[in-house]
């Protein structure tokens, strides 16, 4: 048997053949003549979003109510001591305190009241002036536009305490929880907007909630140096219910915590105080208030606003939809700073908006694990477009925490340039996580700057096999992505880490251009063990290696063409078991493949139906469960693809991540770089990945 070499190699794709039973159909990759971009289902989103939002909220006619009106002069409150931190030494922080000539939180609340009898909506005017108005919490309420004028600013004080920032209903990480409450909050309302051009300022500081994160000044005193937040996984994980997790302030001894004696629910249209239910689960907060939280609302505006020094996420909406964030200057780079983080939301438009944040610019998120799986809401139908991004760790992010899914995503006519942004666009799940992110559409963007890779995908963010879900992530459409100037400098065009039986699938890349990847053409692509990617189609992809200092340029054009592994048959002794059936989802754990035998070791056949040429240096490996150990070299014959893989052992155990109880058995047949700078085409990672569930009646 002979290789068939042939240098003008192209890149494969990887189709998918997935079979665990019953049958699932994707949807249509785009609406109208563009398979890449579903112009219908964006028209759709942006008429439905721009539909719903309250712009009446935004007339210059509405009624309005001051801050600084006489009415609520008296609400002012003077001469109050704020209690802060500074530095003490290297690592410690010492408690001070100073006097605040003006403490403004009664008196918006009041404004805000006055407003919100407003039934056709009203503002509330923060007017621009030289000092900052001081505040603890904000609640917003239905039919309010609090409008915070161009050169006003509102500072948040620095009192860690629940004085100022009163216990409600939030979330930690995709977990919902009763926590200190984000500096501006809104729970079950209805129309509401924040505008104006002026500024929100966390105030905080290295001292200042920035140590309730571990390794920041001061933190082992709070207890953070072993990590946090106390016992809340535990609490997800027995389904305490929500109103019973309750982290409030205070330090370790039970008679140290301040516990509240009523807490907000949601309650029909709006919200009422309801007494601490019975037996509950108190814990010392060490858990950073968000810095905006619109929860369980509808209808929201947040437009020409500064956003400062965040204490955690700076934007979050959380089960709300119909909302248009337009633009805002995010700047804050202290712990979890993520810009904007749409969370279980739903009809979101992102436009205009500057992005310079200590972490993902934009992290789509839909609940984290059993919390996230029981709330079973995605984030769905959003558009981000003309916007920069400039500091972060990912540009448009999505997950980690997505276990209730995230789709239809639309990003186009950004820009991402800083030499401090890591990845472009990145997806990150887990297997504690579940969900399924799919129909993700990105075009006519800019790439300047990003570190690590342009694209990083990968679903083992936790670094634990072991979990009880597959995750899923599949339909990516990028198209018209051009590198502006300078090399973009990533380390790798593509990081991909993934399971053998939960591969990425069906990634789509046309008619882009990106500059200064690798350490050489030859290796754009990462070669980690953990590269399980089917459906990866590549149309006019021009990709220059590599990055900066590292060697001379080459360019290189990648495009596909199908490579498919069919007819996969299981041998058990002298019985041959097809491996075949329809495509499937494969996170609902049916049984496809009942094999009775009483071994646990066996030889697999089957065939790679590709060009030729493609056969060249083909690797085809097995792997077991979600192990990337390979078990198993397949003997290939390069005439008619046939293969032979021996000696594949599956453990004999009783349980697996399955229910009922089963096994996976991955086939993984991938080509080697085979660079052509002759003719500027090149093919690199020709792969596919074929997945079967099986049971042992053993």
Request: glycine share 8%; with cysteine; proline share 5%.
């Amino acid at each position: 048997m002979k290789l068939r070499k042939n240098l003008s190699t192209v890149l494969a794709v990887l189709l998918s053949v997935a079979i665990i039973g019953g049958v699932y159909v994707y949807a249509a990759a785009g609406g109208g003549s563009d398979p890449y971009w579903n112009q219908d289902l964006y028209d759709h989103i942006e008429t439905t979003v721009m539909g719903k939002v309250p712009l009446f909220l935004l007339e210059p006619g509405l009624p309005q109510f001051s801050i600084t009106d006489a009415k609520y002069a008296d609400l002012v409150e003077h001469d109050v001591v704020e209690y802060y931190y500074v530095p003490n030494g290297s690592s410690a922080r010492t408690k001070t305190s100073r006097v605040v000539d003006e403490v403004y939180t009664k008196a918006i609340r009041a404004a805000i009241e006055d407003a919100a009898a407003v039934s056709t909506g009203a503002k509330v005017i923060v007017p621009a002036r030289a000092e900052p108005y001081y505040t603890g919490a904000i609640w917003l309420e239905s039919n309010v536009n609090l409008y915070i004028e161009t050169g006003a600013e509102i500072a948040f004080l620095r009192g860690e305490s629940s004085d100022n920032y009163p216990i409600v209903l939030t979330c930690d990480g995709g977990r919902d929880i009763y926590n200190l409450s984000p500096f501006i909050y809104a729970l079950n309302a209805k129309n509401i907007a924040i505008t104006g051009g002026g500024t929100i300022n966390g105030q905080v500081d290295d001292c200042n909630w920035a140590c309730w994160s571990n390794g920041r000044r001061g933190s082992n005193a709070l207890g953070r140096s072993g990590g946090g937040p106390y016992n809340l996984d535990t609490y997800v994980a027995q389904n305490i219910p929500i109103a019973r997790r309750l982290y409030v302030e205070g330090g370790y001894a039970a008679d140290d915590l301040i516990v509240p004696e009523t807490i907000p629910i949601i309650w029909g249209d709006s919200y009422k105080f309801v007494p601490v239910p019975d037996d509950p689960k108190v814990e010392p907060s060490r858990i950073r208030p968000l810095m905006v939280q619109f929860n369980s609302c509808e209808n929201i505006i947040m437009e020409d606003i500064n956003v400062r020094n965040s204490p955690n996420w700076e934007i979050h909406p959380l089960k709300s939809k119909y909302m248009l964030f337009r633009g805002l200057d995010i700047n804050s780079h202290w712990n979890n700073n993520d810009g904007i983080d749409p969370e279980s939301s739903s009809y979101i438009i992102i436009d205009n908006v500057t992005f310079d944040t200590g972490d993902d610019c934009i992290a789509i998120k839909s609940g984290m694990n059993d919390d996230g799986l029981r709330r079973n809401m995605p984030t769905e139908n959003m558009i981000i477009k003309n916007s920069l991004f400039r500091d972060g760790h990912g540009g448009v992010t999505m997950g980690s925490e997505c276990s209730g899914g995230i789709r239809n995503i639309f990003s186009h006519d950004n820009t991402f340039d800083s030499p401090n942004l890591d990845q472009v666009l990145r997806l990150k799940t887990a297997t504690a996580r579940g969900g399924v992110v799919e129909n993700l559409y990105y075009k006519d963007c800019t790439v300047r700057k990003a570190s690590a890779a342009f694209m990083h995908i990968y679903t083992n963010y936790d670094g634990n096999p072991n979990n009880r879900y597959l995750p899923i992530m599949r339909n990516l459409y990028v198209s018209n992505f051009v590198t502006d100037g300078d090399l973009i400098n990533a380390t790798n065009f593509m990081l991909v880490r993934a399971y053998p039986c939960a591969p990425i699938e069906n990634i789509n890349i046309k008619d882009s251009v990106i500059k200064g990847v690798g350490n050489g053409i030859a290796n754009v692509f990462s070669t980690n063990a953990e590269y399980f990617i089917k459906g990866m189609n590549f149309d006019n992809v021009q990709i220059t290696a590599p990055r900066s200092g590292t060697g001379a340029l080459t360019p290189m054009t990648f495009n596909s063409t199908p490579i498919v592994i069919k007819d996969v048959v299981l041998v058990d002794g002298e019985k041959e078991i097809p491996l075949s059936g329809n495509l499937a989802d494969h996170a609902d754990g049916i049984i496809t493949n009942h094999i009775n035998t009483s071994n646990n070791t066996f030889t697999i056949k089957g065939k790679i139906e590709t060009t030729p040429a493609l056969l060249l240096d083909l690797n085809v490996s097995a792997y077991v469960d979600r192990s990337t150990t390979v078990r198993g070299t397949a003997v290939l014959d390069t005439d008619d693809g046939t293969f032979t893989i021996t000696g594949v052992q599956v453990a004999n155990r009783t349980t697996e991540y399955a229910n009922p109880p089963a096994h996976y058995i991955s086939i993984r047949a991938q080509g080697k770089t085979v660079p052509s700078v002759a003719n500027g085409a090149g093919t690199s990672y020709n792969m596919d990945v074929a997945y079967f569930q099986i049971k042992l009646n053993n």
